[in-house]
């Protein structure tokens, strides 16, 4: 799609700017631009996984009458769907958010057209920090990301203890096989989006303390 290619031209230019700022440098390049581009994108993040919440919470407070609304009419499913969602409409649950679904198409293009930017400026190699070469991978670079993943994993506000081990050390271990085989500038992508990812799930868990506190 000739706009898509633009797009990604455009971000790409962006980067090779940047890099051009910093004397050369398309790691750091990369890093600014990842994170600035996560950071600009916070606050429809942060709303979404505040609306998630407080959505839980919701749900959470009309369970018992969910339970007996299924035992009650436990031979008629759908008398059980025509209750339950009435009770959603009384207490303002919507299980389909068009917020939440615009938030998320806003997201995507941006946040794909960056990754395709910066694998094609990865391509040419280049050293950053410890990393001989941009364009191979690198585990250490991978065993932080890892890491990151698992710090915002851990700080899910709603995980039960059977829940937490396996929510933390699945996507840890899943983003270290990923990375492990990608270029390192795409493992500096996924670390500079993951900082500010780990500064989102501290804000969320505060937010989730307050709501079980109200």
């Not at 979404?48 to 031979?75: D, G, V």
């Not at 938030?103 to 910066?118: M, N, R, Y």
């Not at 795409?186 to 501290?202: I, P």
């Amino acid at each position: 799609m000739p706009l898509w290619a633009e797009f990604v031209d455009f971000v790409y230019a962006t980067l090779f700017c940047l890099s051009t700022a910093f004397g050369g440098s398309m790691g750091l390049a990369i890093v600014v631009l990842s994170f600035a581009v996560r950071l600009a994108l916070l606050p429809i993040t942060l709303r979404l996984a505040y609306r998630a919440l407080e959505m839980q919470a919701a749900l959470e407070k009309i369970r018992p009458k969910l339970e007996r609304i299924r035992e009650r009419y436990k031979s008629d499913p759908s008398r059980v769907v025509e209750e339950a969602t009435t009770l959603y409409r009384e207490n303002g649950i919507k299980l389909v958010d068009g917020g939440s679904v615009f938030g998320a198409v806003v997201q995507a293009p941006i946040v794909l057209g960056l990754f395709g930017a910066i694998r094609r400026g990865v391509a040419t190699g280049g050293r950053f920090l410890w990393v001989a070469d941009l364009a191979r991978p690198d585990a250490a670079l991978a065993c932080l990301c890892a890491i990151v993943t698992a710090g915002s994993a851990a700080l899910g506000p709603t995980l039960s203890p059977s829940q937490r081990v396996p929510s933390v050390v699945v996507p840890a271990i899943l983003t270290l096989v990923f990375l492990s085989r990608m270029a390192a500038g795409v493992s500096l992508y996924t670390l500079a989006s993951g900082v500010v990812g780990l500064g989102q799930a501290m804000l969320v868990r505060r937010r989730a303390a307050r709501l079980m506190a109200a």
